[in-house]
């Protein structure tokens, strides 16, 4: 459906010109958009001719995805301002803000925890309608705010500022044991993620549990020190929500997550998990593209946290910063990136006292983003050496890392000229992807059957293709 403007959309008109994208090419372009979204669009170039010439404007989901297209062909963000579609259905600021003020950031919080639900509740309707308005700029104002001031002063919540409570008398008192219960749900919650990926219903608990327990949480009454421990809970399971959704495809939903995670881990306090949600970011940004700003992300986060962080966190920070120079095709940085990442990790001693979230980084999962690196730098020999490390470690916990690090060394297999061995390591990634619930799974095995397709005829891709088959047209 659409509404009509009152003449022509020149500013439509004129980005489609410099973008130089034809009618015919911005419709595909959104239709494509909106497949990737679970949206069945079917604009032709008399849609796009309408949008134009008589300032008709789409609903739903399609101002923005309009945006994502030019943008996409720009290369950098189109605001609906400079199309000529502002007053379309408006993007939420929801989630985007990283508010000065402790309260004000109870308040974007807790927004945002509703916001998911109304939007489950409409068949994810919330999170369609933002379908391709990611923007890597919108982290530029919560990095440089957390740089320059990484934790806040008292956080302490009064019964009279946190309002009456659910009996109707003064808001209740938050302790520890109620913050306990946070830390054991993200705890479950990384498990769940990692083992069945961020698309499974488990996984669907993370927004519900931010919502229904951790929202009246941040707005009852608690001491400076309880409520440091409660932002650090809430910032760990809000960074949670965000990476399930970045998992799933929902770039936008993940980005709105990431920056109210960073902005409760300043309220905690707590400069190494702000570290890490900036690294969360680095690793969104990179895979999005966006390598030198993945650069800028990964060592703000790293630079903040000397002399703070363990050398495991340490390493890292800048592990991922490598991933996010390999992504922007500078060798030598990357090159310099992983060897300070494998230095600090070296570094590393068991009694070092490293947080909880940090579990899951260890010498295979080095390995196995230094194989993405090399795979970014093209270097295949040096990604079959470091993703043979990967693979030789046991996978029964983190069965989604281990399906990617099998298309990994399928690629490098192929690169390498050995179509056999790609071939076997693709099809135990098919098995395995076919598990769990991962969209960026089903991407990287996607990417691997394109690089496939010159040898379409060979028997060998062909069973691989059949036997990926259901994978890939099932939901994510």
């Known amino acids: 459906m659409s509404r009509e403007q009152r003449g022509p959309n020149e500013k439509l008109g004129a980005v489609l010109a410099l973008a130089g994208i034809s009618n015919a090419g911005l419709a595909r372009r959104v239709n494509d958009l909106g497949q990737q979204r679970g949206l069945t669009l079917r604009y032709d170039k008399t849609s796009v001719a309408r949008w134009v010439s008589k300032g008709m404007v789409p609903q739903g989901a399609a101002p923005h995805l309009i945006a994502a297209a030019i943008g996409q062909k720009l290369g950098r963000p189109?605001?609906?301002?400079?199309?000529?579609?502002?007053?379309?259905?408006?993007?939420?600021?929801?989630?985007?803000?990283?508010?000065?003020?402790?309260?004000?950031?109870?308040?974007?919080?807790?927004?945002?925890?509703?916001?998911?639900?109304?939007?489950?509740?409409?068949?994810?309707?919330?999170?369609q309608s933002l379908a391709g308005s990611f923007s890597v700029s919108a982290y530029a104002t919560p990095a440089s705010r957390w740089l320059i001031s990484p934790a806040d002063g008292s956080v302490a919540r009064e019964p009279a500022a946190a309002g009456p409570g659910e009996g109707g008398g003064t808001a209740f008192r938050v302790g520890h044991s109620d913050v306990r219960k946070l830390r054991e749900a993200a705890e479950d919650a990384r498990r769940w993620d990692s083992k069945y990926g961020g698309g499974d219903w488990r996984s669907s608990m993370v927004p519900e549990c931010l919502r229904v327990e951790a929202a009246p949480l941040l707005l009852g009454a608690y001491s400076d020190d309880v409520g440091r421990a409660l932002f650090g809970a809430t910032a760990e399971l809000t960074r949670l929500a965000g990476w399930m959704a970045f998992d799933t495809g929902q770039q936008e939903a993940a980005q709105r997550y990431y920056i109210q995670a960073l902005r409760l881990a300043r309220a905690a306090a707590d400069v190494p998990l702000g570290g890490y949600v900036l690294a969360t970011m680095s690793l969104q940004a990179t895979y999005r593209g966006f390598g030198d700003e993945g650069v800028d992300l990964a060592q703000a986060a790293a630079e903040r946290n000397r002399g703070l962080a363990t050398a495991r966190t340490m390493s890292f920070f800048r592990l991922v910063e490598a991933r996010a120079h390999a992504r922007a095709?500078?060798?030598?940085?990357?090159?310099?990136?992983?060897?300070?990442?494998?230095?600090?990790?070296?570094?590393?001693?068991?009694?070092?006292?490293?947080p909880a979230w940090l579990g899951f980084y260890g010498e295979d999962r080095f390995a196995a983003d230094a194989a993405e690196c090399y795979r970014d730098l093209k270097h295949p020999r040096q990604v079959r050496r470091f993703t043979e490390q990967a693979l030789s470690r046991?996978?029964?916990?983190?069965?989604?890392?281990?399906?990617?690090?099998?298309?990994?060394?399928?690629?490098?297999?192929?690169?390498?000229?050995?179509?056999?061995?790609?071939?076997?390591?693709g099809s135990r990634a098919v098995e395995v992807a076919g598990r769990i619930s991962s969209a960026r799974t089903k991407e990287y095995v996607k990417d691997l059957l394109r690089k496939l397709e010159p040898y379409g005829d060979e028997p060998r891709v062909a069973e691989l293709r059949e036997r990926a088959k259901p994978l890939l047209v099932a939901p994510a």
């Open 329 to 354: 095709k500078d060798a030598p940085a990357a090159s310099a990136a992983l060897r300070a990442a494998e230095s600090w990790l070296e570094r590393a001693r068991p009694g070092d006292e490293d």
């Open 78 to 127: 189109v605001p609906l301002h400079e199309i000529g579609l502002a007053d379309a259905d408006p993007t939420p600021e929801v989630g985007l803000t990283f508010p000065r003020d402790v309260g004000r950031a109870v308040k974007s919080a807790t927004e945002l925890y509703r916001l998911d639900l109304a939007g489950r509740r409409a068949g994810g309707g919330i999170w």
């Open 394 to 425: 046991p996978t029964e916990e983190y069965v989604r890392s281990h399906g990617l690090r099998l298309v990994v060394s399928a690629v490098a297999e192929l690169e390498s000229g050995n179509l056999d061995a790609a071939c076997e390591q």
